[in-house]
């Protein structure tokens, strides 16, 4: 009986499914695909449409002559600028007196530091006299080579007090030459230092 109603139901199933089946079958709609057609290229057209396009364009020789031209134009306009600021004149004998001024306030500077380096030196080593009740004063000639050498020294004008004038030349007779000459130009040297004289004070300062 059991298997009697397991058939029975194993055919209405089947039955079943071949119905859904069949209906799916008539209900899926008709595709209309249409024949693919085939383009045909004219490639002559298309070239000929690019070299009009390229037509439209400047050429590169162009573009180069636009921008040169540009260029040159700049440049008229700043050279056209340049010459339009107002130029200063140089007075010339006005420049050569500031560079003559120049030149004696170094010249000057040298003299005045060589003197100075002379007279320190002589000054280390002149003892003067310790009891000196008087204001006194002595010049002495000095007498220089170009090389600095002291070829000769005399006292020109001497003091009243010859304790005085021995210091004075006896701090001269230590020396034989002055190595700060070397520095000076030539002309300085001859004009200054060939023969120069000293002042010295019993204050102790050498002028």
């Known amino acids: 009986m059991m298997n009697k109603v397991l058939t029975s139901l194993n055919t ?8 859904s089946i069949i209906f799916s079958l008539f209900s899926i709609p008709k595709l209309d695909v249409e024949e693919t057609k085939s383009t045909r290229v004219n490639f002559y057209e298309v070239m000929q449409q690019e070299e009009k396009s390229l037509k ?7 573009l180069k002559k636009e921008a040169n031209s540009t260029y040159e134009n700049n440049d008229k306009r700043e050279i056209d600028n340049i ?5 200063f004149e140089i007075n010339k004998s006005h420049l050569k007196n500031e560079i003559s001024k120049i030149k004696l306030s170094r010249e000057r500077k040298d003299i005045l530091r060589v003197s100075t380096i002379i007279q320190n030196r002589i000054s ?24 600095g050498e002291i070829l000769n020294f005399i006292m020109t004008e001497p003091s009243t007090n010859k304790s005085f004038n021995d ?28 023969n120069f004289k000293l002042v010295f004070k019993s204050s102790g300062e050498i002028d």
Do not use: Q
């Open 167 to 194: 210091s004075i030349l006896s701090a001269m007779n230590k020396l034989s030459f002055f190595e700060e000459i070397l520095v000076l130009e030539r002309k300085l040297f001859e004009e200054n230092f060939r």
């Open 12 to 19: 209405f199933f089947f039955v079943i499914l071949s119905v």
């Open 83 to 87: 010459s339009k600021i107002p130029k």
């Open 124 to 147: 280390s080593i002149w003892i003067k006299p310790n009891s000196l009740s008087d204001t006194l004063s002595a010049k002495v000639l000095i007498n220089l080579a170009p090389s």
């Open 56 to 62: 439209t364009y400047p050429s590169n020789k162009k």
